[in-house]
């Protein structure tokens, strides 16, 4: 979906707070991002969409979500933590799959917030070699995530339901903006609609319709809100059959008009 924003050409460390700016559902509907995501969290709790499962989380906690892979996260009041962003072409080595790291040991935890506060005071400074000094303390949070993960058991039963859910989850991301429904999908991965649905809802709280809705959404907003592009092409591009069935569903999910959210701005 060539229309979709995607700015990042560098690591950026942000907040938590800075990540959901301009409004929650940048981070709480289901997405997939074109760059590498570290979420470091330092106090509070929530829930996240990781994996093929909704999770949740506390304190000293890492989620590590690789490019192209379905998330959403969902922090509760109170919540503060560090998220940042790497970009593919860095060349920097990290996991394949998504990780949910559970840090008990202080020292651990003082390591990783050491290391991403120095990659924010590079960011923050105005210094010379600053960028190759950010790519350099992110190689080391590389290597910190990798030796953690080496030595911690990631996750628990990998279920049935999670398993079918991780496949359903990777099919959205590829066919999302393509104009396939639920059906069209469960059809391509040799299972009933009502089966698939059962499996999500079990391993996600959501069925396979509002993982599948809550994609195109968050496309539709980022598009409506963060591009110029035309509502006519906004539809085509995420395989709406015209324009005035793309506004129903933006109506429908959202509460307001193409038009209304463009000029709220979120």
């Known amino acids: 979906m060539a229309l979709v924003p995607e ?27 074109d760059h590498h995501l570290l979420v470091w969290i330092t106090r509070g709790q929530g829930t996240c969409l990781l994996d093929g499962a909704r999770e949740g989380f506390g304190a000293h906690n890492a989620l590590f979500v690789p490019a192209r892979h379905l998330m959403a996260l969902y ?10 962003a790497i970009p593919g072409h860095t060349g ?8 949910h790291l559970r840090v008990r040991d202080s020292g651990s935890q003082a390591e990783l917030s050491g290391l991403l506060e120095a990659v924010g005071r590079e960011q923050s400074g105005n210094r010379p070699l600053s960028t190759s ?19 911690q058991e990631i996750y628990g039963i990998d279920s049935p339901s999670r398993r079918l859910c991780r496949t359903y989850l990777a099919a959205i991301v590829e066919r999302f903006d393509s104009g ?36 195109v959404e968050h496309a539709a907003r980022t598009l409506v809100c963060h591009s110029g592009a035309s509502f006519g092409d906004i539809s085509r591009a995420l395989g709406f059959s015209s324009a005035q069935s793309f506004s129903r569903f933006v109506r429908h999910q959202t509460g307001h008009s193409p038009r209304a959210l463009r000029d709220r701005g979120a």
């Open 75 to 84: 922090p509760g009041r109170g919540c503060i933590g560090l998220a940042l």
């Open 7 to 33: 700015p990042l050409a560098e690591i950026r460390l942000q907040t938590l707070a800075q990540l959901a700016a301009g409004g929650r559902w940048q981070i709480e509907l289901p997405h997939d991002r």
């Open 180 to 215: 396939d429904n639920v059906s069209n999908i469960a059809s391509r991965l040799e299972f009933s609609p009502e089966h698939l649905t059962r499996m999500c809802k079990s391993a996600t709280g959501l069925t396979a319709h509002e993982l599948l809705s809550g994609r």
């Open 92 to 99: 920097i080595i990290l996991p394949a799959r998504p990780r």
């Open 133 to 151: 000094a950010i790519a350099a303390w992110t190689e080391l949070v590389a290597i910190w995530l990798r030796r953690f993960d080496e030595k």
